[in-house]
């Protein structure tokens, strides 16, 4: 073989060779690249603070109903009678206008129904108009101890409330001795009195000449009976 033939020979051989050596150059950055990248992409982290979680919806709270005695106070030892007035609010819906009071001071509860139309006695003095009141009458027994007793009103249609108060109070006693002479204050007092002493002074000087003419006239009696 010729030195130029050999020469070309081994041109070609290094050509394959770098040819080969920059595929396998190539195959293993794809490979290398393909084993750092991952798999599946990552979730984003969220920035923002996480949704609130719902507050409950605060209960709103009825308004307290009026509540009216009368009378409001009675007589420890005595059996009494009560009327109970609430103005509680006219239910929707067909529950009936009604409500129940109850008190320690009660024999039982009372059933509290509409106030009759026209203003029958006993009214409430703060009702005006149409407003809805609903009353029962109550009896306190006798045994009630004197004190202070809260009544309860419950609205039976809408579950409205109210109180009041109710007093027992102890029996009035009166005094037990009464005097039997006027005091000393002048006038018709100081002569009621002297009229009194007076009838209690002894006989004295009045006395001995009453006994004398009584004296007389017996003897003049039998005198005359003598004479006769």
């Given at each position: 073989?010729?030195?130029?033939?050999?020469?070309?020979?081994?041109?070609?051989?290094?050509?394959?060779?770098?040819?080969?050596?920059?595929?396998?150059?190539?195959?293993?950055?794809?490979?290398?690249s393909?084993?750092?990248?991952?798999?599946?992409?990552?979730?984003?982290?969220?920035?923002?603070?996480?949704?609130?979680?719902?507050?409950?919806?605060?209960?709103?709270t009825?308004p307290?109903?009026?509540?009216?005695?009368?009378?409001?106070?009675?007589?420890?030892?005595?059996?009494?009678?009560?009327?109970?007035?609430?103005?509680?609010?006219?239910?929707?819906?067909?529950?009936?206008?009604?409500?129940?009071?109850?008190?320690?001071?009660?024999?039982?509860?009372?059933?509290?129904?509409?106030?009759?139309?026209?203003?029958?006695?006993?009214?409430?003095?703060?009702?005006t108009?149409?407003?809805?009141?609903?009353?029962?009458?109550?009896?306190?027994?006798?045994?009630?101890?004197?004190?202070?007793?809260?009544v309860?009103?419950?609205?039976?249609?809408?579950?409205?409330?109210?109180r009041?108060?109710?007093r027992?109070?102890?029996?009035?006693?009166?005094?037990?001795?009464?005097?039997?002479?006027?005091?000393r204050?002048?006038?018709?007092?100081?002569?009621?009195?002297?009229?009194?002493d007076?009838?209690?002074?002894?006989?004295?000087?009045?006395?001995?000449?009453?006994?004398?003419?009584?004296a007389?006239?017996?003897?003049?009696?039998?005198?005359?009976?003598?004479?006769?």
């Amino acid at each position: 073989m010729s030195t130029a033939k050999w020469g070309a020979a081994v041109l070609r051989v290094r050509r394959v060779a770098y040819a080969g050596a920059i595929v396998i150059v190539g195959l293993t950055g794809c490979t290398a690249s393909a084993d750092t990248t991952p798999s599946g992409s990552p979730s984003a982290t969220p920035t923002g603070s996480p949704p609130a979680s719902a507050s409950p919806t605060a209960t709103a709270t009825r308004p307290t109903i009026q509540v009216e005695l009368n009378p409001d106070k009675v007589t420890a030892g005595e059996t009494s009678k009560v009327w109970i007035l609430a103005n509680c609010p006219v239910p929707s819906g067909g529950p009936a206008h009604t409500g129940t009071a109850t008190s320690k001071a009660f024999l039982s509860g009372v059933a509290l129904n509409p106030v009759p139309a026209g203003g029958s006695t006993p009214t409430a003095t703060g009702a005006t108009g149409d407003s809805p009141w609903v009353r029962g009458e109550a009896t306190v027994s006798g045994t009630v101890k004197r004190g202070s007793y809260r009544v309860d009103v419950k609205c039976d249609g809408t579950n409205d409330m109210g109180r009041a108060t109710l007093r027992v109070n102890a029996a009035e006693t009166l005094p037990t001795t009464v005097p039997t002479k006027a005091p000393r204050a002048g006038g018709g007092g100081t002569y009621a009195q002297e009229a009194g002493d007076a009838s209690t002074l002894p006989l004295g000087p009045a006395g001995v000449l009453l006994g004398l003419a009584l004296a007389g006239g017996i003897a003049y009696v039998i005198k005359r009976r003598g004479r006769g």
